[in-house]
């Protein structure tokens, strides 16, 4: 009986596709995924290669956009046919490559969009009232010894003008929820749009400069990296705020370090970095920078949305169904 058993599992195993997991993923969703596939993985994010043994045989990649997939590694999947980026990002994903190939591309779409934008409230809330300063205080057992005069005072947010880089699926509902702080809201991207009556900026430094509170939300191309430098921060102003939680190449780090430094800006807050996880001592030594640790996504809501986006587009892709969120070659 138990030569009868293994043998059946073994084909059972057999009988399940290979997938390669690029980054660590929750227990939850690692048995969800075990159930259906034989699931390679993770890879060591800083020399994806060599892959794991058994990880060439994966015929779909899951992966984050912040992280490489490059002709090489498409390369050494050689029966890949679906990278399916688990957030909404997919800028690490060589795209050129990926449609040469053949290679069918899934992001999560807005999977995610309203917890990313409810945090990103929050960011602007703690950066622009001071919250994370009053913690430390309280926590210091400094309120006794503060005064009045001590205690800086913040414009507030109603009536200040928030404007917002990119207006996607996070930036539409980034303005609604800035609405109801009565908080005036601009933006910029690439061209007007024609469903909103939100005033357009036809420039990053001209949103900047008619902006109280910078939120960061486009999607991260490498025709924008850095796109947030010195000229922006120095139109944002004395009075400005800056919130990142889209991607950190969009803002040039050590320009942001000079302006929270001089008081070029008033303050930052960030939720992704340059070289993220690794965030720099001058970041992390400054005391008008709120800084936490790229978890926008982090809600259960959100977290449960896109795993269905990722469960979906894995069944439909090996029952040869059409998939959800696919993006055109690029």
Same mark, same amino acid.
């Given at each position: ?13 057999? /009988? ?14 690692? =048995? ?38 490059? =002709? ?9 046919? #679906? ?99 009565? /908080? ?51 139109? #944002? ?66 977290? =449960? ?13 090996? =029952? ?11």
């Amino acid at each position: 009986m138990h030569g009868r058993t293994a043998t059946t599992a073994r084909k059972v195993i057999a /009988m399940k596709p290979d997938i390669l997991v690029a980054m660590p993923i929750s227990s939850v969703l690692r =048995a969800r995924l075990d159930e259906r596939y034989v699931v390679h993985g993770p890879l060591d994010r800083q020399r994806p290669l060599p892959l794991p043994a058994g990880a060439e045989r994966a015929r779909a990649l899951v992966t984050l956009g912040s992280l490489r997939t490059d =002709a090489a590694v498409i390369a050494a999947l050689p029966q890949l046919g #679906l990278i399916s980026c688990y957030g909404t990002g997919y800028e690490g994903v060589d795209r050129a490559e990926a449609g040469r190939r053949g290679i069918g591309l899934t992001h999560a779409g807005d999977a995610n969009a309203t917890a990313v934008a409810e945090f990103a409230m929050g960011l602007v809330a703690a950066a622009g009232r001071n919250i994370v300063r009053g913690d430390r205080v309280v926590r210091a057992g400094l309120w006794a010894s503060l005064s009045i005069e001590r205690v800086p005072q913040t414009p507030g947010l109603a009536g200040q003008r928030l404007g917002i880089y990119g207006l996607g699926a996070i930036g539409r509902k980034i303005a609604q929820r800035a609405a109801a702080f009565e /908080m005036t809201v601009g933006y910029h991207g690439r061209a007007a749009h024609a469903d909103t009556d939100l005033p357009w900026f036809p420039s990053l430094e001209a949103l900047a400069a008619w902006s109280d509170v910078l939120v960061v939300a486009a999607r991260a191309a490498a025709g924008n990296r850095h796109a947030v430098d010195g000229g922006v921060l120095a139109a #944002l102003g004395a009075d400005g705020i800056l919130v990142n939680i889209a991607r950190g190449v969009l803002v040039d780090e050590d320009a942001l370090c000079t302006a929270l430094e001089q008081g070029t800006i008033l303050s930052a807050a960030l939720d992704v970095y340059e070289n993220e996880p690794n965030v720099s001592e001058r970041l992390r030594r400054l005391d008008n920078a709120v800084l936490t640790p790229h978890m926008a996504a982090l809600s259960r809501g959100a977290q =449960a949305a896109q795993q269905r986006v990722l469960l979906d587009n894995l069944d439909a892709f090996f =029952a040869g169904r059409p998939l959800r969120s696919m993006m055109p070659p690029g």
